[in-house]
T-cell receptor
Framework: AQTVTQSQPEMSVQEAETVTLSCTYD???????LFWYKQPPSRQMILVIR??????QNATENRFSVNFQKAAKSFSLKISDSQLGDAAMYFC???????????????FGQGTILTVHP | DTGVSQNPRHKITKRGQNVTFRCDPI?????LYWYRQTLGQGPEFLTY????????KSRLLSDRFSAERPKGSFSTLEIQRTEQGDSAMYLC???????????????FGSGTRLTVV
């Protein structure tokens, strides 16, 4: 079974600074996707960034980028120029891509609470 | 509003009572998922529908849990004889069955928070 581990229950960062959230996963599959989701308090889960395992290039989305190390099964999220609105719970998630289509069942990590200090 | 709607937002119930939650997905999304999220943890998969067919159920979904999606539109999740351990956030998500996944991702609802007292 696939597992996702986020070893940092809480992280904090000063506004405008950079922070990195860690994630490791365990799988025997080679074709999968990895995601970072943001969950603000009492609000819905929002996709931050995604990475296809077959792509060597790390994904970037504006201030958000990932460091994907497939051999090490590591998938960290870097948030640059942190903003107060970035404060939330962040979840790393794994999706096994079965034969090009997928039921879409996500496996989530435990989450990291990010606090942004003004 | 074209998002995923979940009702109620909050539910407090006494142990042993039955509760039912509703999820209205985005209208063109034919895949619907239920997850359970306990405090301080990540969501855990409960069950999945493609149209009206329930195609997968987690072992977390005990006999007291039942989910339906009549006519492939909205879905309901019922918990019978609630226990304190059922206290959690119940999340619904939907997506369209078209093309490779990364191009057509999930939309999550805001969840129903259940407290069993």
């Amino acid at each position: 079974a696939q597992t996702v581990t986020q070893s940092q229950p809480e992280m904090s960062v000063q506004e405008a600074e950079t922070v990195t959230l860690s994630c490791t996963y365990d799988t025997s599959e080679s074709d999968y996707y990895l995601f970072w989701y943001k969950q603000p308090p009492s609000r819905q889960m929002i996709l931050v960034i995604r990475q296809e395992a077959y792509k060597q290039q790390n994904a970037t989305e504006n201030r958000f980028s990932v460091n994907f190390q497939k051999a090490a099964k590591s998938f960290s999220l870097k948030i640059s120029d942190s903003q107060l609105g970035d404060a939330a719970m962040y979840f790393c998630a794994y999706l096994f891509n079965a034969g090009g289509t997928s039921y879409g069942k996500l496996t989530f990590g435990q989450g990291t609470i990010l606090t942004v200090h003004p | 509003d074209t998002g995923v709607s979940q009702n109620p937002r909050h539910k407090i119930t006494k142990r042993g009572q039955n509760v039912t939650f509703r999820c209205d997905p985005i209208s063109e999304h034919n895949r619907l998922y239920w997850y359970r999220q306990t405090l301080g943890q990540g969501p855990e998969f409960l069950t999945y529908f493609q149209n009206e067919a329930q195609l997968e159920k987690s072992r977390l979904l005990s006999d007291r849990f039942s989910a339906e999606r009549p006519k492939g539109s909205f879905s309901t999740l019922e918990i019978q004889r609630t226990e304190q351990g059922d206290s959690a956030m119940y999340l619904c998500a939907s997506r369209v069955n078209r093309g490779p996944f990364p191009n057509y991702g999930y939309t999550f609802g805001s969840g129903t928070r259940l407290t069993v007292v």
